[in-house]
């Protein structure tokens, strides 16, 4: 029998601890002076958008992809100024809304490599240019 690797989806147990986690994230988001002005005034459909593409990303059903496509995450981001700063806060509220979940081992360790690693590769601007780079 061929051996398939649990998803962190089902090792979560599906969808609810992804909508707190997003729920959490969101609560942090509007309070940061910083990231706060990126987003659109009304965060319900961002909330939606980051909690379909993580239910799909972490091996749930795919319906990111019937709604929006491709991710194309980097694409996607260009328009925002992400620099060094502006990552620091989006990975510490995502860590923090990953505690806010309670979300156990060894999903937990994963998820905090892969926010670390992803928002890391979302860096569009660097700090010197003041965000024209
Ligand atoms: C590095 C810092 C980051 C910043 C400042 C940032 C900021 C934003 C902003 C302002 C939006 C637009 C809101 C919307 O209309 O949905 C957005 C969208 C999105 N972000 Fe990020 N983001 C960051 C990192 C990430 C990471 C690491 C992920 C995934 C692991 C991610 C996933 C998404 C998704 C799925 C969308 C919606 C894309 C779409 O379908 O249009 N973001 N982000």
Redesign the pocket.
Known sequence: MAYKARSIYDMIGGDAPLQLMVEAFYAAVAQDEL?RP???PDLE??KR??YL??VQ?FGGPRR?SEE?GH?R?RM??FP?A?DMQ??D???KH?LAAIEAAEIAEPARSQMQE??AR??A???NRSEENHGEG
């Open positions: 990231l990126m987003y659109p459909a961002p958008r980051l593409f993580l990303f990111y929006r991710p995450l996607r981001h925002f992400i502006a990552r806060h989006w990975l995502m892969y926010f992803s928002s590769f979302l860096i």
